[in-house]
């Protein structure tokens, strides 16, 4: 072989292997290329960065954070209940027969209104107790006296007025105790021998129960046969779960809600909260004191109950822009042009599909409220 032709040989070996690194080059870039149009987005740690072009982008919504009027209202169910001084159970005080019924239900009756009569042994033996204290005590009374002037004309004696002056004390006690006994009934000056026991209202309010029954025998221990009450003015008794006791602190108002009435609301004032929690239910009873002049609540009705809270400024996002990670709660915060970060969030109530926000995020960044799932890959 001559030189010039192991020359000739060497330049074409140098020719077929730059050509073969040539091409090899080019497929190495072309598939990183390949590779870089296909990957949609790369991350770096917790940022997400997308590439330019890719579909996802116009998947993605933005949220503005921002700080939203928020009123904290409590809901939960109440029982209507009649104020207790405003309510009377009446029964017999003695055991006996009712003679008349002075009322009917629905009447409104003024406290000391008759509601029945009644025939009782045990009655006309308090009122016989009664006249016999009645007349002990006269009797007393003018002893006291003829006492009394005797040692004033100085014919007196002493010992006999001041024991006169001990025995009418006694009497009068005595009277005064058997009159109480009868005054709550019928007044015992107006009485005259073996009239009927006439049993009175002891507030005035609406006969809501009558059970009298002329003719009715009744025994000491019988059930009340009479309820007044006076419904003007009721309660609500409310079931506040112990966690919700700080929604009462800077109450404006509370509104009562009929299910047979959905659109009339009734407006009332916390009236009591227990200072005892219900170790069964984890809740503290709320009295509400509501006007109730067209009588719409009634005693043993169930309510809807909400307690109105003053208006604060609070941060609430779409609900599907919350990801969740194991435990943690987390959104994706943007931080430049087609770059984002993930931030995790401390979160409050939701509602009408926005979670309010406690930590982790300020008014003024962006987030993306919708489409955030595509990127749930990322790591």
Partial sequence: MTIKSARLKSNMSAMLWLTTASIFLYSCNNKK?????????????????????????????????????????????GTVKAIPNTYAEVASPFAGRILKSYVKLGQKVNSGSPLFSISSRDY??????????????????LNLKRQQDLLHHGVGIRRETEEAATEFQIKKTALDNASGALQIFKNGKNMSPNTPLVVVS???GEVVTNNIVMGQYLKEDAPPIAVIAE?????????????????????????INISALPDKKIMGKI???????????????VLVECENDDRLLKPGMFVNVKFINTAEKKVFVPAKAVLQFNDKNYVLVQTSRNQYVKRYVETGITEN???QVLN????????????????????
């Fill in 124 to 141: 006309l033996a308090a009122q016989k107790e009664y006249r016999d204290a009645q007349q002990e005590y006269r009797q007393a009374e």
């Fill in 231 to 255: 419904l003007s003015k009721v309660w609500i008794a409310g079931q506040v779960k112990e966690k919700d006791i700080r929604f009462l602190q800077n109450l404006t108002s509370v509104e």
């Fill in 202 to 204: 002891p507030i005035q």
């Fill in 33 to 77: 290329e390949q590779s870089e149009n296909t990957t949609p987005y790369i991350t770096k740690g917790d940022t997400i960065i997308l590439q330019k072009n890719t579909p996802i982008l116009s998947k993605l919504v933005l949220h503005k954070v921002q700080e939203e009027e928020y009123n904290p209202n409590l809901l939960t169910v």
């Fill in 360 to 379: 982790g995020l300020k008014p003024g960044e962006t987030i993306i409220s919708e489409g955030a799932f595509y990127l749930l890959d990322a790591k």
């Fill in 353 to 355: 599909d926005k979670i």
């Fill in 271 to 285: 009236y009591h909260i227990n200072e005892i929690v219900n170790e069964e239910t984890r809740s503290v009873e």
